[in-house]
């Protein structure tokens, strides 16, 4: 049997994340209702969504995913790429996009480079595949930007196979730039292997000046990224997401991967996907407002902690990775439990992402817990 490890954030969240009254432990964008959406976009009460669904004969539907969905994913998600709905692999979520990804392309002792700290789901699963994986460390010290000299030399021609990145990122809300994608693409290039951006939080770039493009924007063929409709979207009980790439080989490997775990996915979420993602923009005027409000608000309250939290504040994506400077001999994971457990605030320990003295907090959710959860983990560190 495939020796697999266990998957310490989903644990963790599974754990505390129903009955807790403080979520702070979320990294979606604050969930939305498919009424919202139609009110948001003043498209009539979405009858016709409705209509379609249930007039709907429940066949497999198309078993690639229905034509109107991938070609808004592929013209508009990934506007200016040159992709087409051919391009598009619709899977369960965006962990079923970065499963199917590892389960096609790696083999054992295949050299696999992955950045670090990470959803662990991108450093696991390669290895339960048997893939040596070696870390792209990110430091706070660096504000969460690669050592590109480091990775130049860490990637070996007939190698590396894959090179894993994740942007904007989780835990730390970093958003790397074009300047930083491109010359990444490159060391891949120049060495023969993928390039994977698991890009679920994408375009989540409520704070940066200029936003970076897609992975598949820099004209390589073998560049590939995943996505869903969770975070940016607001729509994780979908559980719809994709992978996107120009390497139409690689497309049919993926197929016919999928064709033993999915057959096609449910119709009714691809309907509703359609529609959500007809109105995305409206979703994502939203989701900034509620971002960088949020961002703000998490800020004062660093502000007030007297040095006991620290962060890199972040750009982008849902969710940051602060630091905790408490003396004494708490570790961020009892830290975490006692949040938890005595005054019902989730936030994630650094320990989960094997980077004990940080917590990560999601700060796209609901602006009210933020704002009464945060004074509550500042009386809780006072107290330490
Ligand atoms: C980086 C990253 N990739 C993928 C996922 C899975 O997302 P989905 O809900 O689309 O399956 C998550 C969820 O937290 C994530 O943080």
């Not at 009460?45 to 409705?50: G, H, I």
Request: glycine share 8%; net charge negative.
């Amino acid at each position: 049997m495939v020796k697999q490890a266990d998957f310490a954030v989903e644990q963790y969240m599974d754990k505390y994340e129903t009955g807790i009254k403080f979520n702070l432990g979320e990294t979606c964008c604050h969930s939305m209702t498919i009424q919202e959406v139609s009110n948001l976009a003043r498209v009539g009460a979405s009858d016709s969504l409705v209509s379609g669904i249930i007039n709907s004969r429940m066949t497999y539907g198309h078993i690639r995913g229905s034509p109107e969905l991938k070609s808004i994913i592929s013209e508009q998600i990934y506007e200016g790429t040159g992709l087409t709905q051919d391009n598009i692999i619709i899977t369960n979520g965006a962990i079923g996009a970065n499963f199917l990804t590892f389960y096609t392309i790696v083999d054992k002792e295949d050299h696999i480079v992955v950045v670090d700290p990470s959803y662990q789901q991108l450093s696991s699963v390669p290895e339960m595949f048997g893939g040596n994986v070696e870390l792209l460390k990110l430091k706070f010290e660096d504000k969460y930007l690669p050592d590109l000299k480091q990775l130049r030399e860490t990637v070996t021609k007939n190698k590396t196979k894959l090179v894993v990145i994740n942007n904007p990122h989780n835990p730390t809300g970093v958003v790397w730039g074009n300047d930083i994608l491109e010359e990444i693409v490159d060391i891949c290039r120049e060495n023969d292997c993928y390039i994977f951006c698991d890009e679920v939080y994408r375009p989540l770039y409520h704070s940066v000046e200029k936003a970076p493009s897609s992975i598949l924007s820099f004209g390589y063929e073998k560049a590939i990224s995943t996505s869903s409709v969770s975070k940016a979207f607001s729509f994780a009980g979908l559980r719809l997401g994709w992978i996107a790439t120009n390497d139409s080989k690689l497309r049919e490997r993926f197929f016919s991967k999928r064709d033993y775990n999915m057959i096609s996915i449910s119709l009714i979420d691809d309907k509703i996907a359609t529609f959500i993602l007809t109105h995305h923009k409206k979703i994502l005027e939203r989701n900034y407002q509620l971002c960088k409000d949020n961002l703000d608000t998490i800020q004062k309250f660093i502000d007030l902690s007297n040095g006991k939290l620290e962060w890199v504040r972040p750009q982008g994506g849902a969710t940051c990775f602060i630091k905790v400077n408490v003396k004494g001999s708490k570790s961020t994971m009892e830290i975490g439990s006692e949040l938890a457990e005595i005054h019902s605030v989730l936030v994630v320990p650094g320990e989960v992402f094997n980077h004990p003295g940080f917590i990560r907090v999601g700060f796209g959710n609901s602006k009210k817990e933020i704002e009464e959860g945060f004074p509550i983990i500042l009386k809780y560190l006072d107290s330490l």
